[in-house]
């Protein structure tokens, strides 16, 4: 790819925000942002889908979907090996984020269900 100023100010920008997201405090804190929009939504979206009573299985199958495709997603990597097992990799910020959002999200589902029940 050419160096153009557009490409080099991406790279730039790229750089400095993985820098800033670094922080564990920072990384924290969007972890924790994550799985409370995954609460948000699990209240959210079974709220709006039930009033018409309409398309409820297909919001259902589509956040089923969802949490499958994440946890393959986090989980479903390469066997590792023993030595790297020993050493805990470190998760990138990405899929971390992805996680917490799918537990808030069945967290809420749950509580939902709970709450119906009563």
């Given at each position: 790819?050419?160096?153009?100023?557009?490409?080099?100010?991406?790279?730039?920008i790229?750089?400095?925000l993985?820098?800033?997201?670094?922080?564990?405090?920072?990384?924290?804190?969007?972890?924790t942002?994550?799985?409370?929009?995954?609460?948000?939504?699990?209240?959210?979206?079974?709220?709006?889908?039930?009033?018409?009573?309409?398309?409820?299985?297909?919001?259902?199958?589509i956040l089923?979907?969802?949490?499958?495709?994440?946890?393959?997603?986090?989980?479903?990597?390469?066997?590792?090996?023993?030595q790297?097992?020993?050493?805990?990799?470190?998760?990138?910020?990405?899929?971390?984020?992805?996680?917490?959002?799918?537990?808030?999200?069945?967290?809420s589902?749950?509580i939902?269900?709970?709450?119906?029940?009563?």
């Amino acid at each position: 790819m050419q160096r153009t100023r557009l490409n080099n100010f991406v790279d730039v920008i790229a750089a400095r925000l993985g820098q800033w997201l670094s922080n564990p405090w920072r990384r924290i804190s969007l972890v924790t942002i994550s799985l409370l929009f995954g609460v948000f939504l699990g209240t959210a979206i079974p709220t709006t889908s039930g009033q018409t009573a309409e398309v409820d299985i297909i919001a259902a199958g589509i956040l089923i979907f969802f949490t499958e495709l994440v946890s393959r997603y986090v989980y479903g990597g390469k066997p590792q090996t023993r030595q790297a097992a020993v050493g805990n990799p470190r998760r990138s910020l990405l899929s971390e984020i992805l996680n917490a959002l799918k537990i808030g999200l069945t967290y809420s589902l749950f509580i939902e269900a709970f709450k119906l029940g009563s």
